[in-house]
């Protein structure tokens, strides 16, 4: 049977109609505008991209954008000035800082100079280490978004068996962590895993990012398991020209699983509307007001 495609970018519009729902009844209730903060150092074409999105959608979901284009010569000193500025900014409740950086500024000294409390891609060491311990946190939007994903489709994810290939600190572990406080079993798959493959054929949840493309075959998936595939990958078309694609054979992985997210269309949209929900729970948060239902972990 037919794998069920997880429709991140119907998922994701639903996401940010709640945000823009609950953005309005601040509004109107408290005369309260959630504001989200995007610095951006350097010239970086997709950094660019994500981050005229990232403005454009949250106006679009009525809060206030501000937009901090720096030049790629600016100093770390400058950098943490600004950021310095923006914590104390009451009109401001999410920070973010687009990585990569610079190579002559440390990336985190500047995550660890953000206020925890805006810290909306939950990167800061102290979010980090609430969400270890599973403590209300600021958690990162790609593994968020994953997580409601898999919510959404299984209901309780209790007592699964679930497999992340990757252990970068933006995805991997944050995922990890998460599945973990929903009760699943979970393995950590890297670069030196041994015989990775008999490893996700067990898992009832893959959650795939590595970078690598279509790396995951479908003769490694249970039949009826769940493919999350954060991977983003260009690739080059037999006909020429570029197309995107994840980690995870679409094809041949979608023959096997039960559902499965499609590259593009699956986990990136959920990033964004996940970063707006941040923006939104931490500016509820900050105001003693009570936070938005199913937005956050
Ligand atoms: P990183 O490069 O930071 O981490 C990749 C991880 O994959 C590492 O832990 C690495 O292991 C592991 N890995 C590499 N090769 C293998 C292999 N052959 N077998 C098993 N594991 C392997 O990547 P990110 O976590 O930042 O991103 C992963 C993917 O997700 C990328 O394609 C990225 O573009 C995408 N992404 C998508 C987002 C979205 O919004 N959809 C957001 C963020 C990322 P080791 O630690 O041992 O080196």
Redesign the pocket.
């Given at each position: 049977m037919a794998a069920t495609v997880i429709d991140g970018k119907a998922f994701a519009a639903d996401v940010r109609s709640r945000v823009a729902e609950h953005v309005a009844g601040l509004k109107s209730e408290h005369g309260i505008v959630p504001g989200l903060a995007v610095v951006l150092v350097g010239e970086d074409p997709a950094s660019q991209v994500y981050v005229r999105n990232k403005g454009k959608q949250t106006v679009e979901v009525g809060m206030h954008s501000v937009e901090h284009r720096l030049d790629a010569t600016t100093s770390q000193e400058d950098l943490l000035a600004l950021i310095a500025d923006l914590n104390a900014d009451p009109a401001i409740h999410g920070i973010l800082c687009q990585l990569p950086v610079p190579d002559h500024i440390d990336g985190d000294t500047i995550l660890n100079a953000i206020d925890p409390a805006k810290d909306v891609d939950g990167f800061h060491i102290s979010n980090v280490g609430l969400l270890g311990t599973g403590q209300k946190a600021m958690v990162p939007?790609?593994p968020l978004?994953c997580l409601m994903m898999l919510r959404d489709h299984h209901g309780a994810l209790s007592g699964l068996d679930a497999v992340v290939?990757?252990?970068?600190n933006?995805?991997?572990k944050p995922m990890a962590q998460l599945l973990l406080g929903d009760s699943c079993t979970v393995t950590i798959?890297?670069?030196?895993?041994k015989d990775?493959a008999a490893t996700v054929r067990r898992a009832d949840i893959v959650v795939a990012?590595?970078?690598?493309p279509q790396?995951v075959p479908g003769d490694w998936i249970k039949p009826g398991a769940t493919v999350i595939d954060?991977?983003?990958?260009r690739i080059d078309k037999p006909e020429g020209g570029t197309r995107l694609v994840g980690?995870v054979d679409y094809d041949s992985c979608a023959a096997v699983a039960g559902a499965i997210t499609p590259v593009p269309g699956g986990?990136?949209p959920?990033?964004i509307a996940c970063l707006l929900a941040n923006t939104l729970t931490a500016c509820c948060r900050a105001n003693n007001l009570p936070e938005p239902e199913g937005l956050t972990a």
């Open positions: 939007c790609t978004g290939i990757g252990r970068s933006i995805v991997g798959a890297h670069s030196r895993t990775l990012a590595v970078g690598r790396m954060v991977g983003i990958n980690d986990v990136g959920m990033t």
